[in-house]
Antibody, heavy 123, light 107 residues
Framework: QVQLVQSGAEVKRPGASVKVSCKAS????????IHWVRQAPGQGLEWMGI????????SHTQKFQGRVTLTRDTSTNTVYMELTSLRSEDTAVYYC????????????????WGQGTLVTVSS | DIQMTQSPSSLSASVGDSVTITCRAG??????LNWYQQKPGKAPKLLIY???SLQSGVPSRFSGSGSGTDFTLTISSLQPEDFATYYC?????????FGQGTKVEIK
């Protein structure tokens, strides 16, 4: 079955960087885009970015311009999200999720999610 | 970015009630509208995709409808396990934005 398994919780100081991993299994890694979504404590869901595991192409929301890097390793079926210059507002649970689509349409959705990784930014 | 506005932000209801949550998009998003349920400490769970398609394994008391910019999620007979937060999401344009969420609480 499809599984996305994320790395464990992290505690970082302001100004530091964090790299969260998401290991995929149960399907052909390069066939599906992976997205990253975060959720601050008590808040809603915020889309961060997308990576194409096949070619490595990425896109992310302007809010994270210059601070977020999405990468993948096709030898281990793992995608990574690195966020730099951390601030307290980056304290959140970070999720990776796979984009599925209705065949022959543009209707896409998130059926499979990682378990989430809590990143705490605190001095 | 396409703004998604859900209403209400929260509601109280009893087991057996019918509940409707609305979601309005800042522009037309034809059929690219999904609904998720989230319980505390858990990842979101897909309920409805492409406006009205029920995800496999989701009870038939959940239904979605709408078109263009206005969409609804209806729970026909609320069950104890349905008390959670619900989010709509558009996947028409990147960034794939979410509504702010609707918390369904026990009356």
């Amino acid at each position: 079955q499809v599984q996305l398994v994320q790395s464990g919780a992290e505690v970082k100081r302001p100004g530091a960087s964090v790299k969260v991993s998401c290991k995929a299994s149960g399907y052909t890694f390069t066939d599906y885009y992976i997205h990253w979504v975060r959720q601050a404590p008590g808040q809603g869901l915020e889309w961060m970015g997308i990576i194409n595991p096949s070619g490595g192409g990425t896109s992310h929301t302007q809010k994270f311009q210059g601070r977020v890097t999405l990468t993948r390793d096709t030898s281990t079926n793992t995608v990574y999200m690195e966020l730099t210059s951390l601030r307290s507002e980056d304290t959140a649970v970070y999720y990776c999720t796979r984009a599925d689509a209705v065949p022959s349409s543009r209707a896409e959705y998130f059926q499979h999610w990682g378990q989430g990784t809590l990143v705490t930014v605190s001095s | 970015d396409i703004q998604m506005t859900q209403s209400p932000s929260s509601l109280s209801a009893s087991v057996g009630d019918s509940v409707t949550i609305t979601c309005r998009a800042g522009q037309s998003i034809p059929y690219n509208l999904n609904w998720y349920q989230q319980k505390p400490g858990k990842a979101p769970k897909l309920l409805i995709y492409a406006v009205s398609s029920l995800q496999s394994g989701v009870p038939s008391r959940f239904s979605g409808s709408g078109s263009g910019t206005d969409f609804t999620l209806t729970i026909s007979s609320l069950q104890p396990e349905d008390f959670a937060t619900y989010y709509c999401q558009q996947t028409y344009n990147i960034p794939w934005t979410f509504g702010q969420g609707t918390k369904v609480e026990i009356k």
